[in-house]
């Protein structure tokens, strides 16, 4: 399953708000896929914390494009 928000109308602190909603209810295995206005430099760190990968793009034309997962869970 891949989630896409297009979220480059907003002001922030918004996108980050819309982002960290939608993660909360991505399931294993899930993927976002976020349009944003600009780089998303404070989240990037959040997203590894709460365990995330996380993949980022600068856009032609502004913004960015990211796409995050779940890490991959550490095999015994």
Do not use: V
């Not at 891949?2 to 819309?18: K, N, S």
């Not at 209810?25 to 990968?53: I, K, N, V, Y």
């Amino acid at each position: 399953m891949q989630r896409r928000l297009d979220l480059r109308g907003l002001p922030p602190p918004q996108p980050m708000e819309c982002i960290l909603a939608a993660l909360a209810t991505l399931p294993p295995g899930g993927r976002l896929f976020a349009l944003t206005p600009m780089r998303p430099l404070p989240l990037l760190s959040m997203l590894e914390a709460d365990g995330f990968r996380w993949r980022l793009r600068d856009l032609q034309g502004g913004g960015t494009a990211l796409r995050i997962r779940h890490a991959q869970p550490a095999q015994a």
